[in-house]
């Protein structure tokens, strides 16, 4: 305890995660650490769902606004879920209980860009945060934090909450400290200015968070791992996504649109993310650098082949296997990992200066090039938005990626309209899927239409989607600009929400 808690005076706000979760009030916001899986805190959300369940047994309301850096874990979403005491969540959720009680109408989701949080935040857009619980790896004599596996919006729930519940989690590695930069220089328009990051690697903070002692009024004590979600080995179609993305690379780098060691990635999360990364790692790139939100297994691998020399992010998402290995070789990755805040990580600003190459899975995308990453069947929210519009929008070439049907062929991810938008034609450069690669930069609609169809669509629905853009060409739509059959362009999905399958019987 000592060791880890270094500042005298917060010792003596030492309690257990049940008097803390008594500190939590009904209709408070609630800002909490926490990353996909990564530096969430591990006690206190349990022991405030105990306390929810007890109220709402003895019929007394206990729902509480939730906001985080990203998806947490069971312990976390999942528990308050259970205890159905979230009554608005942001920005992005991956909880198969919280996904359903928003699908069944239970808890209001705000969807949001990653980095929009921490200044809408600032601005008082959400209202007031009540309370920050943290989960830190340690506090130093003077207070200021050593943060664990996830930076996420931790700077800014401890500079804007009234006050601040601490996790010391003795399970994180002490090693970390050194490892994160904390960039202090935000503001609010019209205060704002250049932020001075040129390169993955630059630092532009500090390794600590600060938090004002007299805020803290808990401190408490675990020893508890991060989610650690397996890693399965990528199949058949994400192998041929991440060979279909190498060859387009290599391609751009001959014809001298890209240098030799590429511009820096950034990849999302999943399973052909993690393919392409593998990918890259048996290709001939070398000297590559990452910036990017989570830093998972397949960029871990890189950085251990040398392929890849620096890494930024605002988390860690790795698999038992990977974090057992990183928190033993910690020394290996010191000065080539960085975990930074969000609104860092994901900085548009940034992106476009650097000139990423914004590599991100989709549900569906439309002939067009509409990108859907959130919604099954235009209403059922799966997980959400998370960065991949951060990184899309502002990229040097956005790529999407996904296999060109799902559910055993009964539907097709390249759609006559998409059923619900999260990146417009205008953010989308190039669709990607087992199949083969569409290249859309420099095309109007009907030549993006005719080369997503022939270049990604699936065989069993080519003729299908050729079909619908020729009648609609020859007279069906009104314009000839992007040619729609209104009554028919979400008739696929209307099939298969009505017969399961998206094909035409017959
Ligand atoms: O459902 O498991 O029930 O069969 O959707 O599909 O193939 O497992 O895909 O895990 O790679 O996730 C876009 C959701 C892809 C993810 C998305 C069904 C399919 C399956 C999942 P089942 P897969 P993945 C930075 C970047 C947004 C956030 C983002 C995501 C399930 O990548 O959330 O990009 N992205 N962040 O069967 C209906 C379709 C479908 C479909 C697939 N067209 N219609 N269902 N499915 N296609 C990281 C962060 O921001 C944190």
């Known amino acids: 305890t000592q060791a880890r808690i270094q500042h005298e005076g917060l010792r003596s706000k030492i309690m257990t995660a049940e008097q803390a979760a008594e500190l939590i009030q009904p209709g408070f916001n609630v800002g909490m650490s926490g990353f996909t899986g990564s530096g969430y805190p591990k006690a206190v959300p349990l022991a405030l769902a105990a306390r929810m369940e007890a109220a709402h047994a003895a019929g007394k309301p206990f729902r509480v606004g939730l906001w985080t850096g990203a998806s947490t874990a069971p312990e976390l979403d999942g528990a308050l879920a259970k205890a159905e005491g979230i009554s608005m969540r942001l920005p992005y959720q991956s909880d198969p209980t919280v996904r359903n009680q928003i699908n069944a109408g239970g808890m209001f989701y705000s969807d949001m860009h990653l980095s929009h949080v921490a200044p809408m935040a600032w601005a008082g857009f959400f209202g007031r945060l009540n309370v920050a619980v943290i989960e830190v790896a340690g506090i130093l004599p003077d207070g200021r934090l050593i943060p664990t596996t996830s930076v996420g919006n931790n700077k800014t729930w401890l500079d804007i909450a009234d006050h601040v519940i601490l996790e010391v989690n003795h399970w994180q590695s002490t090693g970390l400290e050194g490892m994160h930069d904390i960039y202090y220089g935000t503001r609010l328009p019209p205060h704002r200015q250049p932020i001075m990051l040129t390169a993955p690697h630059d630092r532009i903070g500090e390794p600590y968070l600060h938090c004002d002692p007299e805020k803290i009024i808990a401190i408490v004590q675990t020893d508890a791992h991060d989610r650690n979600s397996p890693f399965s080995p990528p199949d058949e179609n994400s192998r041929l996504i991440a060979q279909h993305m190498i060859d387009f690379f290599q391609h751009e780098v001959k014809a001298g649109r890209l240098p030799a060691n590429l511009l820096p990635l950034q990849s999302g999360v999943g399973n052909i993310a993690n393919a392409v990364l593998a990918g890259l790692n048996e290709s001939p790139f070398n000297n590559m650098t990452a910036y990017t939100e989570v830093l998972q ?194 008739s696929w999905h209307q099939r298969f929400v009505q017969t399961g399958d998206m094909r035409k019987k017959g």
């Open 297 to 490: 297994d397949g960029m871990l691998e890189m950085i251990k082949s040398g392929k890849l020399t620096f890494a930024s992010a605002t988390a860690l998402s790795l698999s038992p296997e990977a974090t057992q290995y990183f928190t033993t070789h910690l020394d290996e990755f010191r000065g080539r990992v960085l975990l930074r805040p969000q609104e860092i990580s994901n900085h548009p600003e940034l992106i476009r200066r650097m000139g990423m190459l914004a590599m991100n899975a989709m549900i569906e995308a439309d002939i067009y090039g509409n990108v859907n990453s959130t919604h099954l069947m235009g209403s059922t929210v799966m997980n959400g938005i998370g960065g991949s519009g951060d990184f899309a929008r502002n990229a040097y070439i956005s790529f999407f990626m996904s296999p060109s049907t799902a559910k055993g062929g009964a539907i097709s991810c390249i759609v006559p309209m998409v059923s619900h938008t999260d990146h417009t034609e205008h953010d989308v450069q190039v669709i990607v899927t087992e199949q083969g690669l569409a290249d859309l930069r420099g095309l109007a609609p009907v030549p993006r239409a005719r080369r997503v169809i022939e270049k990604c669509a699936h065989p069993d629905y080519r003729d299908a989607l050729t079909d619908y853009l020729d009648r609609a060409l020859a007279g069906g739509a009104p314009g000839k600009h992007t040619p729609h059959l209104l009554q028919e362009s979400l």
